[in-house]
Each structure stands twice: as C-alpha cells, then as structure tokens.
C-alpha cells in the first residue's frame, strides 16, 4: 500500500474546534486528525439521539478508530430542539461539509476526498443533506466556503432513520413515547416528515444526488427495523445509485457504539473503513 492509504497509523490528534460562529450561536466540532502522509479521506460525523439529544462525543467510538485506520473525522454538534426544528439541523450539517471541504488541504485531506457517516437520526440527516446538497433550505447559511458545494464522494449511514414518517406511525402503534415525543419535537408534522424523507425522495422520484452508500443495520433493532433499511437500500439501486448492504445477526440499535469491542461491531468497523477506503481511492483518481 502507498503512504495516501493511510496505513499504519495509530497516532491521532484530537482538537475541538468552533466551525460555525454567528450571533450568539457557537457550533463546535471535534477533528480527528491521523499522523502520517495524505491526503486522507475525510467524514463529517453526524451523531443521532431522535434529533434531539446527544453530541459530538456520541460517536467517538467509531470516529477514533476510522482516525487511528487513516480517515480524518470532523464529528459535529448542530442545533436540535428546543432551540429548532427541522430543517435547520441539516442546514449546520450542509455548512459543516462545506467547512470540511474549504479546510481539507491543512487538515491533511482533500475537497475532493470527503464523505460523511451517520448513525440513527444522524444516518437520516447525512444522507437527507447528501442526496440535497444544493436544496435551499439547506444550503442557505453563510456562503463564505463559495469554492466547495455539500455534494459528498460517499455516506455511510448505520442503522439509519430513512423513512421518518414510517418510523413515526410505527411508534405510534407500538406506544414508543420517547420517540413520538422525540418526532413532535423535531418535525412540525407528518407532512414535514415526508419532505424531509430520504425514502420520500426516492418514492417521489426526486432528482437527488446519489453518492455510494453503505448501509449498517442490525437485525435485532427494534427502533429502526431492517426492513425499513433493506427497502431504502433496494430504492436506492433501482433509481441507479450503488448501496451496500451489511446486516448483522441479532444486533440491536446502536450496536457498534454500546460495545465496540464485540465481534459484530469490530466487522461492522472494518467493513466501514474498507468501504471509505475503496472510495476514496476511486475518488483519488479523479484528483487534479
């Protein structure tokens, strides 16, 4: 392997940094930064939590080793409620790549070489902000990054919210108080939740951009079933994007993150870090 595959690495800076400052408003992110020779392949990490809870830190787990396997992470804080609705929490994720993007070359990666990765709320939020990148609602912060769209090389997104309102009935029916609480919260109704639904978009036959994506799905998760991900990812191909796939027996929501030691989340890993990997060399090749 050359020294751009990033491999060997194990040492990781890690830094706070506030990538969004405007009024009262201070938006912090966490960067990891592998040593070694670039330019890496880098994510924005969107963390879940029904859109309403949780940090930058939710992820560290995963973030930590994509950084010690060579792959630059810039894990996000963005606004949630109270403070607002959708679809202002996308417009701090379409923001954050664009920073990503501008701020790639010192960071050790390229504008060419990023992607993002999502986990639950977070995995609806990436990918909504991949497959609209341009969308006004949200693409309508600060211009300053006028260089550099949102458009990303490739998503990962585990266990995933895809369908929203699919979600919201089914917690209704099943009386899942936390989430339909969580669903009130962040959409202002089921009409939002359609608008704002990677599955919608397909359904709708949408014009969406549609970069490579893997899907990580539990088949023990009963937040998001595997079915909802199963029909997203078979959307997906028919429309003509490529989507993978990689289930894993038993697994509940969160797998990876509640214990990252076990065999299920280290194949989970490696699969993830595989997958950025292979893009990020395809996408290398298209580098001026």
């Not at 669903?183 to 397909?202: F, T």
Request: charged share 20%.
């Amino acid at each position: 392997m050359s020294p751009d595959d990033g491999s060997n690495v194990s040492d990781v800076e890690v830094e706070d940094i506030e990538y969004r400052h405007s009024g009262d408003l201070r938006l912090l992110a966490r960067l990891y930064r592998p040593s070694g020779t670039g330019p890496f392949p880098g994510i924005v990490s969107v963390h879940g939590g029904r859109w309403v809870s949780q940090s930058r830190l939710t992820n560290q787990a995963i973030d930590l080793t994509l950084a010690r396997a060579g792959i630059l992470v810039m894990a996000i804080d963005f606004r949630m409620p109270p403070d607002v609705r959708y679809p202002e929490s996308i417009s701090d994720i379409n923001f954050a790549i664009r920073w990503l993007k501008q701020n790639a070359p010192r960071l050790g990666s390229a504008p060419g070489l990023i992607g993002g990765l999502g986990t639950s709320s977070g995995g609806h939020q990436i990918v909504l902000a991949a497959m609209k990148p341009n969308d006004p609602r949200y693409s309508s912060l600060e211009r300053q990054f006028t260089d550099h769209t949102a458009a990303v090389g490739f998503v990962v997104a585990c266990w995933p919210v895809l369908d929203p309102l699919a979600r919201y009935k089914m917690a209704v029916l099943k009386n899942m108080k936390v989430h339909i609480e969580s669903h009130d919260a962040y959409w202002s109704g089921e009409q939002s939740m359609d608008e704002g639904s990677p599955q919608g978009l397909l359904d709708r036959n949408e014009p969406v951009a549609m970069p490579p994506l893997l899907l990580i799905q539990g088949t023990g998760d009963e937040v998001v079933p595997a079915e909802m991900t199963e029909r997203f990812a078979t959307t997906y191909e028919r429309r003509g994007g490529s989507a993978i796939l990689k289930t894993f027996a038993e697994q509940p929501h969160t797998f990876i993150t509640n214990d990252p030691e076990k065999q299920a989340s280290q194949s989970a890993l490696s699969d993830i870090i595989s997958f950025i990997k292979h893009q990020a060399g395809a996408l290398r090749d298209t580098l001026p």
